[in-house]
């Protein structure tokens, strides 16, 4: 009973409770921090920037969607391919499915409507995946997750696939939000002008930053000394050298409106988080 009423309340705890078979790591930690805040509706507005391998979308787009429908009706997810949202949309109908969700919340999946983009809850909530450029006219959601919304380096040179993806974020994914709905966006930064550049630049003072680079830089979220590696545990074992030298966090890109240089914040508002600390302030 304790351990269902913890999993209710905290994502790690949930985590646990499902017996996934990996314990978070300190920078998991501190995003699921980050995430909590979001359920809570301490932050409407979160941007996630890791380097590629972090298992930021593992907790982002999968583990976090299936909690947050223990907790509210609606969630619309979006990648820049629709295989790829369903792919993630498949892994998080398949916790919402299981036993243990079931346990912690009272609900399953409606055996009516559980196909792996677009599925409902018993309890009629519902989870709509497409790719950038789709379409999603009809849905209304309580939470928006676009994650990794750039194929690649070719996508974010091109000035026109630039312009096609804000103008669907502007035109289609923003209407299909309810009001007060919470938006999430987890990305590599490949380009200044890219959808989290654009943001940025409208309006930064509303969006929550949080980026952890390959190599940590002063003012590290972590605390780590200037030039520690992320996760050494992980990436040590697997490619952390190659990632440390290919990931675009590692570039110098702008975090304010202007574009006038410098490395993206790895808080917006330039502050340290306790990564012990679950509630976040946006």
């Given at each position: 009973m304790?351990?269902?009423?913890?999993?209710?309340g905290?994502?790690e705890a949930?985590?646990?409770?499902?017996?996934?078979?990996?314990?978070?790591a300190?920078?998991?930690?501190?995003l699921?921090?980050?995430?909590?805040?979001?359920?809570?509706?301490?932050?409407s507005?979160?941007?996630?920037?890791m380097?590629?391998?972090?298992?930021?979308s593992t907790?982002a787009?999968?583990?976090f969607?299936?909690?947050?429908?223990?907790?509210h009706?609606?969630?619309?997810?979006a990648?820049h391919?629709?295989?790829?949202?369903?792919r993630?949309?498949r892994?998080?109908r398949n916790?919402?499915?299981s036993?243990?969700?079931?346990?912690?919340f009272?609900v399953?999946?409606?055996a009516?409507?559980k196909?792996?983009?677009?599925?409902?809850?018993e309890?009629?909530?519902?989870?709509y995946?497409?790719?950038?450029?789709?379409s999603i006219?009809?849905?209304?959601?309580?939470?928006?997750?676009?994650d990794?919304?750039?194929?690649?380096r070719e996508?974010?040179?091109?000035?026109?696939?630039?312009?096609?993806?804000?103008?669907w974020y502007?035109h289609d994914?923003l209407?299909?939000?309810k009001p007060?709905?919470?938006?999430i966006?987890?990305?590599?930064?490949?380009h200044?002008?890219d959808l989290?550049?654009r943001?940025?630049?409208?309006?930064?003072s509303?969006?929550?930053?949080v980026?952890?680079?390959?190599e940590?830089?002063p003012?590290?979220?972590?605390?780590?000394?200037?030039?520690e590696?992320?996760?050494?545990?992980w990436?040590?074992r697997?490619?952390?050298d190659?990632?440390?030298r290919?990931?675009?966090?590692e570039?110098a890109?702008?975090?304010a409106p202007?574009?006038?240089?410098g490395?993206?914040?790895q808080v917006?508002?330039?502050?340290?988080?306790d990564?012990?600390?679950?509630a976040m302030?946006?």
């Open positions: 304790l351990r269902r009423r913890g999993a209710k905290s994502i949930y985590i646990d409770y499902h017996q996934l078979g990996f314990v978070p300190t920078h998991h930690r501190l699921i921090g980050e995430l909590e805040a979001v359920e809570r509706g301490e932050c507005r979160l941007m996630i920037y380097p590629p391998g972090s298992a930021k907790y787009s999968v583990i969607p299936a909690w947050y429908l223990g907790h009706p609606s969630v619309i997810a990648s391919t629709e295989e790829l949202a369903e993630f949309g892994r998080v916790l919402v499915a036993e243990a969700h079931r346990n912690v009272g399953g999946v409606a009516d409507r196909s792996v983009g677009e599925w409902e809850t309890a009629g909530g519902e989870y995946a497409a790719g950038v450029g789709g006219t009809g849905r209304r959601a309580d939470l928006g997750i676009i990794d919304p750039v194929r690649g996508d974010a040179d091109s000035e026109r696939a630039r312009e096609t993806g804000w103008q502007v994914f209407p299909r939000l007060g709905a919470s938006q966006v987890i990305m590599t930064r490949w200044e002008d989290g550049g943001l940025l630049e409208r309006e930064a509303k969006w929550r930053v980026e952890l680079p390959m940590a830089l003012g590290d979220p972590l605390r780590r000394k200037p030039g590696r992320l996760w050494p545990e990436f040590g697997y490619g952390g190659r990632q440390a290919s990931t675009c966090l570039r890109l702008p975090a202007g574009g006038r240089g490395r993206l914040l917006l508002d330039g502050t340290q988080l990564t012990n600390a679950h302030s946006c």
